[in-house]
């Protein structure tokens, strides 16, 4: 498969950019990619008028959760997972899942995003949603023992068999290991996911420092904060991607940037679980930590618009210090793409020759790109996911002309099982 983008504008410069395979093979003014690619591209794309970026990355998702989308919304974090989301989650079929995340897949076309980083519930069914619709996913089996040994057992059969496999599915699909938080799994078994992620090579998903609750409830039951509270268990590493992490002092963030943890900031889900919004970017970056954003699941997000968590991520940074000038529009978009990739280990997340051909082209024919002085400037601070009008992952065009394949079905079926598991009895 070859493509060649022809006349996109590359900051702020008409290009051509010739693709193959699933790779960038060459990027060069408009003319100038060599007449045998010019001759031998078997799709190509008038770019005028639209702008290319790297693929969106989002490393913090529950996809399926687009079932639970105003579900339970204005409630406290504990309040609305204990009596609206896992009691629901309990009903939860394969039938179910793949629907909720093939219904995200649609989403995170529609809105640029190319690559997601998943926690949940039958892994096997988001994994089947992602293969069909195309884009490349890290995917982990959320996992909980309540600090009770029968589950702790079970959680680690279910990982030794699910790594023990060879994987059914393409390289866009990896797996990762999902330890939920250090209130639902405990000090034994999140050691040994530990050992058995270095054995292994794969990464951790985990939601760390989310609330001050959850900072109180640790104090009192392990004596010390939830950062110092892995760091005593040894379980962080370059392998570690924290989710949240909002309640760390200077100390912790030295103990991050020395582990080599990585950290997701998630601000919908932060400001609208009220959990808190001083979410220390500035102070992680400085320190060598790399920190990418993601948008949490659709039930305490609301929706996977990675370019509005990428605005609400620089807003939210910059009103609590009082300083228009840090969390700037091209942070933002790195974090989004190239931080997050480099967090994934994979070679995306940068237009140039070489990499991995991820990549969404925008339509600059809107308002929110009149005039267009900053294209990132507007891009963040103006316009939001519906300015995605072409999607290509791993070198294949998955959405063009603002309509993913398929979703008028998919929007069907997802909420046909949301509306009949909610009534469902368990």
Known sequence: MSILLKSVELN????????EGNRIKRIAPVGNVGEQRLLS????????????IPGLINMHTHAAMTLFRGFGDDMPLMSWLEEKIWPNEAK?????????????????????????FDMYHQLDATAQAVE??????????ACFDHFRPELAARSKQNIIKRFSRESPY???IRYALGPHA??????????????????????????????????????ERFGTTPVRYLHR?????PRVALAH???????EIGMLADSGAKVVHNPASNMKLASGYRFKYKEMRDVGITVAIGTDGCSSSNNLDMIEAMKLASLSGKAWRKNPEVLTCDEMLYAATEAAADMLGINAGRIAEGCIADLCLVDLNMPAFTPNFNFVSNLVFAANGSCIDTVICDGRILMCDKKAPGEDDIMENAARVAYDLIKREK
């Not at 069909?132 to 089996?141: K, P, T």
């Open 245 to 251: 992490v909002l309640y760390v002092d200077e100390e």
């Open 170 to 172: 393409s390289e866009r």
């Open 41 to 52: 591209a078997q799709t190509v794309i008038d770019g005028r008028r639209k702008a290319v």
């Open 92 to 116: 939860l079929t394969y039938d179910d899942i793949y629907w909720g995340a093939k219904l995200a897949c649609v989403e995170m076309l529609r809105s640029g995003t190319t690559t997601f």
């Open 132 to 141: 069909e619709m195309g884009l490349r996913a890290v995917l982990s089996e």
């Open 182 to 219: 250090v209130y639902t799994v405990s000090g034994e078994l999140l050691r040994w996911i530990s050992d058995f992620a270095k054995d292994n090579d794969v990464l951790i998903h985990l939601h760390l420092a989310e609330t001050e609750g959850e900072v109180v409830q640790c104090m």
């Open 12 to 19: 702020g410069r008409a290009t051509d950019i010739y693709i």
């Open 233 to 237: 268990l040894g379980i962080l590493s």
